[in-house]
């Protein structure tokens, strides 16, 4: 069975900086192509980044770029989005997702599984 497992609940302040993870089971994360999703209040699911199969970094979301950053830990089947100078704005429902295909898309109906969410707040 497939899981994919995420971090919990953050409130960060404006400014500041944070990790979330999200951690498979069921399969391994060397072939596929990884994205994180953002889902603000009353909003459409919408990609951020995404990690190729190759593992090329492609931005969906042009005010990720220069703050966040993907990377994962093969040995722990764990990927990561590293999120830095954080702003209101960014405040959200986070989503990994799995492309079992390898390749990055922006189209939330492309992924094949997804985590349960996290709930990211940045104060002002």
């Known amino acids: 069975e497939v899981h994919l497992v995420e971090s919990g609940v953050v409130l960060v302040q404006a400014g500041g900086s944070l990790t979330l993870s999200c951690t498979a089971s069921?399969?391994?994360?060397?072939?596929?192509?990884i994205a994180w999703f953002r889902q603000a209040s009353g909003k459409e699911r919408e990609g951020v980044l995404c990690?190729?199969?190759?593992?090329?970094?492609?931005y969906y979301e042009d005010s990720a770029k220069g703050r966040f950053t993907i990377s994962i830990d093969n040995a722990k089947n764990t990927v990561y989005l590293r999120m830095n100078s954080l702003k209101p704005e960014d405040t959200a429902v986070y989503y990994c997702?799995?492309?079992?295909?390898?390749?990055?898309?922006?189209?939330?109906?492309?992924?094949?599984?997804w985590g349960q969410g996290t709930q990211v707040t940045v104060s002002s």
């Open positions: 997702g799995v492309q079992a295909d390898g390749r990055c898309t922006a189209g939330a109906h492309r992924y094949n599984y």
């Open positions: 069921g399969f391994t994360l060397d072939d596929p192509a």
């Open positions: 990690y190729t199969s190759s593992r090329l970094s492609i």
